[in-house]
């Protein structure tokens, strides 16, 4: 961040449109029930400290931090599951890409399981398969990792619900309220249509945007399959600065 | 062009699910070997100007049990009131005070932050703002993150003034940013739901 705020510059980001996010409370989801605040969020305009956000460095990350069939091999074995790359682009709502941040990602292994104490699922554990890696994105917005297809699983929403493959990812953006968490699904995949979890955003397109594409094309002849999936982050306003009053 | 068309959505924010800490904490939940620190555990990194505080916040639901499945995030200034500053990609530098910390909260629903107390920054109206930390919570059964603000209840003057704080017409409810102090130690609870609520922000 350089510069100083010119005082008026507020509201530099554009306003999220909560109506295209799920709510905060969402009975079939049932953790949301006592989770979900009661009062209506406080309206704020962002002011320095949510418009400037964490930077990392490169040096941060390791040669296989984006590479799960890998990074946590205990044997020096590829982990077990259908083998995958899932690339996208990091853009902002001006469709402008956004360069040099961190998106981190999580899932189950190929049998649809965690590595948790708390995970109860009977599926067997990949003793090769960690479930986390990390990114930062390329000059263009770009990230990719290799990964093998994570298993849908049974959880105890509502005694038999299971949720659809899916994939967590964390994107940091340039503010710091620009910060999302949100999942990754796959394309074709019928399982997404009566998960409880994908069910709270209430806007079918709003669905469909989390659905990554197959790209045929890019697919690694006898290696693997290939995702893709752009995510959005909240659009910014172009700034004053006092040093750069062209806006940026 | 002051003000461009948005031409996409946003990506719907979904659940960080009850496993966020293997990806954002793998360290913490056992997933050693990839990583070789969480990220954000550390946010000095050397000789810092400012008052050494630990902050420790806890998290309750709205039957009052902790969150033990969360985790939280902070962003503040250093004692100066300044953000740090980007590092250049591909560089190795590494601010003495990096402003973020994540930490996962504890069976107990607790996290504790290291860390400095925080100068004023400039408000949008010009003004100082009093000194806050910022703070940002997700965890299973959260839709989308919950974003807030922690300030200092040593910081009474500077309170009565700050820009956010005032937006909060229900007096009582400003109560819920101010974190109390102890010794080096400001103490918050966040209260997800209840007769103590936290007030949350959309920004």
């Not at chain 1, 109506?19 to 989770?35: E, I, L, M, N, Q």
């Not at chain 1, 690339?87 to 902002?92: E, N, S, T």
């Not at chain 2, 062009?1 to 031409?7: D, G, I, N």
């Not at chain 2, 820009?163 to 103490?187: H, P, Q, W």
């Amino acid at each position: 961040m350089s510069g100083i705020i010119l005082p008026g510059a507020d509201g530099m980001l554009f306003q999220r449109d909560r109506d295209w996010h799920p709510p905060a409370d969402t009975p079939g989801y049932k953790s949301t029930t006592f989770r979900a605040p009661r009062h209506s969020l406080l309206a704020l305009g962002p002011t320095r400290s949510e418009m400037t956000g964490p930077t990392f460095g490169h040096e941060k990350l390791g040669p296989l931090d984006n590479d799960l069939i890998r990074n946590f091999s205990q044997d020096g074995t590829d982990a077990i599951g259908q083998r995958m790359i899932v690339y996208g682009q990091v853009l902002d709502e001006n469709a402008r890409p956004v360069p040099n941040t961190l998106v981190e990602y999580w899932q189950a292994n190929a049998g649809g399981r965690y590595r948790h104490k708390k995970e109860g699922y009977l599926a067997a554990l990949d003793p090769n398969f960690g479930g986390f890696g990390r990114s930062i994105t390329d000059e263009n917005g770009f990230y990719h990792f290799r990964t093998i297809k994570p298993g849908a699983y049974p959880w105890p929403n509502n005694g038999n619900d299971w949720r659809p493959a899916h994939i967590h990812f964390s994107v940091f953006g340039h503010a710091f309220a620009q910060r999302l968490i949100t999942q990754m699904y796959f394309e074709g995949d019928p399982m997404i249509w009566q998960c409880p979890i994908v069910s709270t955003i209430p806007d079918k397109a709003a669905i469909d945007q989390l659905i990554a594409r197959l790209d045929r094309l890019n697919t690694t002849p006898m290696d693997a399959l290939c995702y893709r999936f752009d995510i959005v982050l909240r659009g910014r306003r172009s700034t004053m600065f006092e040093n750069k009053l062209e806006g940026n | 062009m002051l003000h461009p068309t948005p031409t996409l959505k946003e990506t719907p924010s979904q659940t960080a699910g009850p496993y966020v800490h293997i990806g954002m904490t793998p360290n913490f939940c056992g997933i050693t070997g990839v990583i070789q620190a969480d990220l954000g555990k550390t946010m000095i990194n050397g000789a810092v100007q400012g008052e050494r505080i630990d902050v420790v916040i806890r998290v309750f639901d709205g039957a009052g049990v902790p969150l033990a499945d969360g985790v939280v995030e902070i962003w503040q200034a250093d004692a100066g009131g300044n953000f740090a500053v980007a590092t250049a990609p591909g560089s190795n530098a590494v601010p003495a005070f990096t402003g973020w910390g994540r930490q996962a909260l504890s069976e107990a629903g607790e996290a504790v932050f290291e860390t400095i107390k925080p100068g004023p920054v400039p408000g949008p109206d010009g003004k100082p703002m009093a000194p806050h930390i910022a703070l940002w919570i997700v965890a299973r059964g959260i839709n989308i993150g919950l974003q807030t603000r922690l300030y200092f209840e040593d910081e009474a003057e500077a309170n009565a003034t700050d820009f956010v704080l005032n937006k909060i017409m229900d007096k009582r409810r400003r109560e819920t940013l101010i974190a109390r102090r102890d010794g080096s130690t400001y103490r918050l609870d966040i209260h997800l739901q209840g007769d103590k609520e936290t007030v949350f922000f959309d920004m």
